[in-house]
C-alpha cells in the first residue's frame, strides 16, 4: 500500500511540473534572469507551492500519526552548518547552469534532450558523493 500510494504522489508531482513548466529547463533558467529575459511566472508556482505545504503541514500535523506510520518523520537538526551551506551552494550553481534540480531531472529524462543526457549523470554522481564522502572522511579521523 505504501509503494502504491508513493507512485502515485510521485506521479501527481511529476505532472504539476510538467504542468507548471518547472521540467522546462529554458523557462527555469528565463526565471533566473533577472536582468535579461525574467519570466516571473515560476515565482507564482513555488508560492502557490509553499501556501499548499503551509496549510498541508498544518492540517496533517493535528493528527496524531500519519496514516501509513506510526510516527511523523520531522526533521530534528535545525542547525545550519558548513556542510549544509555547501549542499545549497552546489544545489543552487547547479539549478542556475543547468535549469533542472532533481524532480524535474527526472520528469525530463524521458525527453532525452543533450541538456539532461548530460545534467542527469552529474545528479546521480553528486547525490552518491554527498551520501558516501562525508562517510569515507570520517572513517579516516
Not at 500500500?1 to 504539476?16: D, E, N, P, V, W
Not at 515565482?43 to 501556501?51: I, L, P, S, Y
Not at 520531522?74 to 533542472?100: C, E, I
Request: aromatic share 12%; glycine share 14%; charged share 10%.
Amino acid at each position: 500500500m505504501k509503494i502504491a500510494l508513493g507512485f502515485i504522489c510521485g506521479l501527481i508531482f511529476g505532472i504539476g511540473l510538467v504542468i507548471s513548466g518547472m521540467s522546462n529547463p529554458a523557462k527555469v533558467l528565463n526565471f533566473l534572469d533577472v536582468f535579461g529575459t525574467w519570466d516571473p511566472s515560476l515565482a507564482f508556482v513555488m508560492g502557490g507551492a509553499v501556501v499548499v505545504a503551509f496549510i498541508g503541514y498544518r492540517i496533517v500535523l493535528q493528527r496524531p500519526a500519519p496514516l501509513l506510520s506510526d510516527t511523523f518523520h520531522l526533521p530534528t537538526v535545525k542547525d545550519v552548518d558548513g556542510q549544509m551551506l555547501t549542499g545549497a551552494a552546489l544545489f543552487g550553481v547547479g539549478w542556475g547552469l543547468g535549469g533542472f534540480c532533481p524532480g524535474p531531472a527526472f520528469t525530463a529524462l524521458p525527453l532525452m534532450s543533450t541538456g539532461i543526457l548530460a545534467f542527469f549523470p552529474a545528479l546521480v554522481i553528486g547525490m552518491w558523493a554527498g551520501r558516501e564522502i562525508p562517510g569515507m572522511m570520517s572513517a579516516r579521523a
